[in-house]
């Protein structure tokens, strides 16, 4: 079994930043993807950024130029940089990752969700 654990979230001002991390753990031989999906009330779940095999990386339109991925594969963690936070950017956010187990199984996990608001 594989588990995310993401952590980092909570109330900031606007234009404030925080730092989330998610570490994976479990029967993981190998991961490929990782990255961050947000969802806010009353919308649906979106890509937020994500570092695909190697390094890598896609982010939304919304957030290019004020939120940075990263990975640290030794540590099976990706975190996400979030600067210039704006109040829209209120959400839960959930770590994913498309990992191969010990099994040689490819699946998609997620995280439990962490939330981040920002008050303007």
């Known amino acids: 079994q594989v588990q995310l654990v993401g952590s980092g979230g909570g109330l900031v001002q606007a234009g404030g930043s925080l730092r989330l991390s998610c570490v994976a753990s479990?029967?993981?031989?190998?991961?490929?993807?990782m990255g961050w999906y947000r969802q806010a009330p009353g919308k649906q779940r979106e890509l937020v950024a994500r570092i695909i095999s190697g390094s890598s990386t896609d982010y939304a339109d919304s957030v290019k130029g004020r939120f940075t991925i990263s990975r640290d594969n030794a540590k099976n963690t990706v975190y996400l940089q979030m600067n210039n936070l704006k109040p829209e950017d209120t959400a839960v956010y959930y770590c994913n990752a498309v990992v191969s187990t010990l099994l040689l199984r490819r699946a998609e996990y997620w995280g439990q969700g962490t939330q981040v608001t920002v008050s303007s």
């Open positions: 479990g029967s993981i031989f190998s991961i490929s993807n």
